[in-house]
């Protein structure tokens, strides 16, 4: 699904350069450096190189000040060239990341992390939504499985993946229940799923046993155990119960990659429709 999803983007961004002879440009801002995080650009540079879309990092200073900060994103909102901008996270713990991500166009918000961009989530009116939730939507989708009326049930209420999650399904008309650090019964919820979400960070959360036979199961965890990749869900008990289940890795990872891509190129698609 990724590489056919890239290679669509690949298309419509080589025929967006011949018609409005204008490059899909994605700059993205980093502030302090690691080694995770510049191995996560460089790939981020690679997969944008893979589909024609330029690409730029920006790495200010670990101790940048928020003003240094807010006066680089707004430059890059005026700037007429970049049609896309993406904050690489963590920020350093002076610096709020909230508060800079609504600093970001939200035409150019590539990752959909701008309250307006889920403002308009919340209001059926989807212009950009976050990566990882639209890369859940489309998996789904891909299984024929009907969201509309269907028991959907999301573990894990983070701002950049649960919550989103829970909105896109219910603009798809499911009826979503979203578990979170004070559910009292996960097990009640997850085993009536038709559909259901993980994601929370914690290997092995999910079982076989708490899942609905012939349930579509999305694992967006991302952990590392005994030097292996594991998601939330144990794999091997649930896929004998699920009728569609994602791997990690190798699922929702690449898909998210592959949003980015799409993301960047409907950002620049909004831009040149204004002028």
């Not at 018609?19 to 502030?31: D, E, W």
């Not at 959909?112 to 639209?134: D, E, L």
């Not at 898909?255 to 950002?267: D, F």
Request: contains cysteine; hydrophobic residues 45%.
């Amino acid at each position: 699904m990724a590489t056919a999803l890239r290679q669509r983007v690949k298309q419509r961004v080589a025929d967006m350069a011949d018609k409005a002879r204008r490059p899909v440009y994605l700059t993205a801002i980093m502030v302090g450096s690691s080694p995770a995080g510049e191995l996560y650009a460089q790939r981020q540079r690679e997969a944008c190189k893979t589909v024609g879309i330029a690409y730029e990092l920006i790495t200010l200073p670990e101790d940048a000040s928020f003003e240094l900060v807010s006066e680089r994103i707004t430059r890059l909102n005026s700037d007429g060239a970049v049609t896309g901008i993406m904050l690489h996270l963590p920020l350093p713990a002076h610096l709020n990341a909230t508060a800079v991500q609504y600093l970001i166009d939200p035409r150019k918000d590539v990752e959909g992390v701008n309250p307006a961009n889920i403002g308009y989530v919340v209001y059926g009116h989807t212009i950009i939504a976050p990566c990882t939730a639209q890369a859940v939507i489309e998996m789904i989708r891909s299984t024929d499985v009907p969201m509309r009326g269907a028991e959907a049930v999301v573990v894990g209420a983070s701002e950049i993946a649960g919550k989103p999650i829970t909105l896109l399904l219910a603009e798809q008309m499911a009826t979503v229940t979203l578990c979170h650090v004070a559910t009292k019964d996960l097990n009640l919820h997850t085993q009536r799923a038709e559909i259901l979400v993980v994601a929370v960070g914690k290997p092995g959360l999910v079982t076989g046993e708490q899942i609905k036979k012939g349930a579509v199961v999305i694992d967006v965890g991302i952990n590392r155990v005994a030097g292996k990749t594991v998601g939330d869900v144990d794999f091997e008990s649930a896929s004998q119960k699920a009728g569609w289940i994602t791997p990690v890795p190798g699922g929702v990872g690449p898909m998210t990659v592959a949003m980015l891509l799409q993301n960047t190129l409907r950002s620049a698609e909004l831009l040149f429709a204004r002028g």
